[in-house]
């Protein structure tokens, strides 16, 4: 789950008696300041009944980097798909001009657009600061209901009951400026937010059946589809997500399937410098078989590379060659996993 995260200093308040009770008792429910409970979203959006069939996207390679994008590096590039942010910043500010768009567009070359739909981002321009408590760091009674817990993975990344109609038109809004800017598609993060809220033990207080939370998250990608490809008129609109293959354990009627155009996937082959097991990645590859018998392509990123020039590493040799095996779109990105520059050697692109 990588996303763009800016560098900002947060202030902390440290008590020190109430963390050492947590730490002791170990994780407990939400409590939201002025003693109310976390409640479940009433206003659960229409999941739709129809998929709307995605393009065909023809690549061979694509490129990953999420923070700090500059158009004219990428239009230097010889990589089909670039993944990036919408903006520089994650700001507003920092959104590209038109005539960046058709420099990193250049060649046919297909620009998507990276969005969580499963986790709120306080940098956003969608965020008020006010729904946080500056002391505990969670969702305070002003929060909408929403507002889940902090991501303690990813300071500022905030957990969303993602099938609230009143998200889902922030979503919508978000992907609004998107196809405005002349993104290609989106690049769809935090899927497995379904797997999050399906947990007895998320920490929330509430949680629900994973065959729901995965229907609704369903629903939530096939609703971004027609609002691009149908009420937009975009009808080639890309849309790949990243990671929670094990939806597809859910998709009988192959909806979510015939409405993605692919999929992106990290860490299949390694995580950092270990090995994944082997029998982890063969039940990773059995999920992602009906996406290539598809004929859509599967993005792989495994971060995997140090920087060792000007041969690369024998790991990043071994993760190109398995995932080319395995019929596959890799991307080897920086081990550091900040996905702050474009990673070009010998045999990528």
């Known amino acids: 789950m990588k996303r763009y995260h800016p560098n900002t200093a947060t202030a902390v308040l440290i008590i020190l008696l109430p963390i050492a009770a947590l730490l002791e008792c170990g994780p407990v429910p939400l409590q939201r300041l002025g003693g109310s409970q976390p409640n479940p979203c009433e206003d659960v959006a229409d999941p739709g009944s129809t998929a709307i069939d995605s393009g065909v996207l023809l690549v061979d390679n694509w490129m990953y980097q999420l923070q700090d994008a500059v158009a004219s590096s990428i239009e230097a590039t010889a990589f089909q798909i670039a993944v990036i942010d919408y903006s520089r910043n994650g700001e507003e500010s920092g959104r590209y001009s038109d005539t960046e768009m058709t420099a990193m567009k250049s060649g046919g070359r297909k620009v998507l657009a990276y969005l969580s739909v499963g986790e709120a981002e306080d940098y956003r321009y969608y965020f008020d600061q006010r729904w946080i408590s500056w002391i505990e760091g969670q969702p305070t009674s002003a929060a909408p209901c929403w507002l889940g817990r902090t991501n303690p993975d990813w300071e500022g990344n905030y957990k969303v009951q993602y099938w609230s109609e009143d998200w889902q038109r922030i979503v919508l809004d978000y992907l609004d400026r998107i196809i405005e800017d002349g993104f290609d598609g989106v690049y769809l993060d935090i899927i497995d937010a379904f797997e999050y809220w399906s947990d ?19 629903g939530l990608v096939g609703r971004i589809a027609r609002h691009a490809r149908e009420e937009k008129g975009k009808a080639d609109f890309y849309i790949i997500p990243q990671n929670g293959e094990r939806i597809f354990n859910y998709d009988s009627t192959s909806t979510y399937l015939d409405t993605i155009s692919g999929i992106g996937i990290e860490d299949l082959y390694y995580d950092g410098a270990a090995a994944i097991p082997a029998a982890a990645t063969a039940a990773r590859n059995n999920l992602l078989s009906g996406v290539k018998s598809a004929g859509k392509p599967v993005l792989v990123v495994d971060y995997v590379d140090r920087g060792i020039r000007p041969t690369p590493e024998s790991i990043v040799v071994d993760f190109l060659t398995k995932a080319g095996d395995d019929g596959y779109k890799p991307y080897a990105a920086r081990a550091d996993r900040e996905l702050d520059e474009i990673n070009v050697f010998v045999g990528q692109p």
């Open 200 to 218: 007895r033990d998320n920490g929330e207080g509430y949680w629900i059946e994973e065959s729901l939370a995965a229907e609704r998250m369903i």
